[in-house]
């Protein structure tokens, strides 16, 4: 029901705070303090760790391409299709829904 507040979402609210703080400060963004361990600790910098990362991601998308593939589908016909076929939608008869209580809205569409 209700619309989100301050204190409704404080917690989400807080959490993107804490990550934009986190990227913002190079000294507590965990790339680069990781980057920074590596480079120090183990001898390779920001390209070997950006190498490992790509190949991971490479792997779980790999592992996980049933997924991505339909979610990439998903979100190519979403933004194409409906943006192509439904531009507008017309809202018709507005004042006919009840104030309170349950709905059930249909389309009208001729196929």
Do not use: W
């Amino acid at each position: 029901g209700e619309p989100p507040t301050v204190r409704t979402a404080a917690r989400d609210l807080g959490m993107m705070l804490v990550v934009c703080l986190l990227l913002a400060v190079d000294e507590l963004n965990p790339v680069k303090v990781l980057c920074s361990y590596s480079r120090d600790v183990i001898g390779f910098g920001e390209p070997a760790v950006a190498m490992i990362t790509a190949a991971l991601l490479t792997l779980l998308v790999v592992h996980q391409r049933d997924h991505f593939l339909y979610y990439c589908a998903r979100t190519f016909f979403r933004c194409t299709f409906n943006n192509i076929f439904f531009r507008s939608v017309e809202i018709v008869g507005m004042e006919n829904l009840p104030k309170q209580g349950p709905v059930i809205l249909t389309g009208n569409h001729n196929n």
